[in-house]
């Protein structure tokens, strides 16, 4: 459950950037067999307060066309539909700050 360690950094371009067009999207990729039950990640959801939307990937469908391998991964896509950055894992892993170049590259793309 990485994936929770990104979560402030979700919530807030969400709520920075939405005006401007940004829309932040979820895909819940279980990891272990206790994460597929769907009432488990919309409560999870609630109780995070995530208001973007989520979907739930049991199969691994998104997974495998993405071609993941980690958890979690993030994307920035831009608005012609391509994807610009990614990265793999937590976005502060071991104080990195990844998080700080993602808001960069987020306003730059939204300035395009």
Known sequence: MNCHRNYPWYKGWQQTFQEQGFTVLGIHTPELTEERDLEAVRRRAAEQELTFPILVDNQKQNWDAWGNSWWP???????QGYVRYWWYGELNYQQQGVQKIFRRRIEELLNE
Do not use: A, M, W
């Not at 991964?73 to 608005?79: A, M, Q």
């Open 73 to 79: 991964t993030t994307y920035l896509i831009d608005k």
